[in-house]
């Protein structure tokens, strides 16, 4: 089983409709993340959480919410989605400082 | 704001070949990470940097750091046709917590 598992895995959603993406880890890591990936633009930090009572904004967070429901999940919102959101989204995690991220599988997500 | 920018961001090489990936980035930093990406894949830990002068070696593929000249380098040794990915560097900035920025990615490809 994987240690950071995204779900779904692909979604197609229409322009306006709220979705969520879930991310459960079982690392035990206390920090967790969510990336964007578009092609040519490499990876763009959404939101972050050091722990369940701390979360951050990235570099990319308008539109975009999340939840931390417990330190073994991370969930990441699109409240009215539009077409530009369409990309590969990565949950992430570390344990530390230093350490390297652990990422999840990715979710494919397509607005039409 | 932190820059990171790698080149080539395409590479073609013959197996056999060696080769440098080169990862610039603008702002004081002493932590960098390498990430290798398979097609449709998520994104694999290769190496952490976390000094200048800073070596790290795996396999055929070798990544080191200078700090003062804000440069991590990626040398390929005798490149073999499993080494076809995309490779990312990632930077964190002293002043931004545990955010990562990261480079485009060089995405290598390699023929028999």
């Known amino acids: 089983d994987a240690d950071v598992t995204q779900t779904p895995r692909n979604r197609i959603t229409k322009t306006g409709k709220r979705i969520m993406l879930e991310c459960s880890q079982t690392k035990g890591h206390d920090r967790m993340y969510w990336y964007r990936q578009d092609p040519g633009l490499g990876l763009r930090l959404i939101y972050y959480?050091?722990?369940?009572?701390?979360?951050n904004k990235g570099e990319i967070s308008d539109g975009y919410s999340v939840s931390r429901q417990a330190q073994a999940k991370f969930s990441l919102s699109l409240e009215s989605a539009i077409p530009n959101q369409t990309a590969l989204y990565f949950c992430a995690t570390s344990r530390g400082w230093n350490s390297p991220l652990h990422f999840g599988n990715g979710t494919r997500l397509t607005v039409t | 704001e932190l820059k990171v920018e790698q080149n080539p961001l395409f590479l073609s090489m013959q197996e056999g070949k060696n080769y440098t990936i080169y990862c610039n980035y603008s702002t004081t930093s002493d932590r960098l990470y390498w990430y290798r990406q398979d097609p449709g894949k998520s994104l694999e830990s290769l190496f952490v940097?976390?000094?200048?002068?800073a070596v790290k070696q795996e396999g055929r593929l070798m990544a080191s750091l200078d700090t003062k000249a804000r440069l991590s380098t990626l040398h390929i040794t005798a490149a073999v046709h499993d080494l076809s990915a995309t490779y990312f560097c990632a930077v964190k900035e002293e002043t931004s917590g545990s955010r990562l920025t990261f480079g485009e990615g060089t995405q290598l490809t390699v023929n028999p």
């Open positions: 940097l976390l000094s200048n002068g």
């Open positions: 959480s050091f722990d369940v009572k701390d979360i």
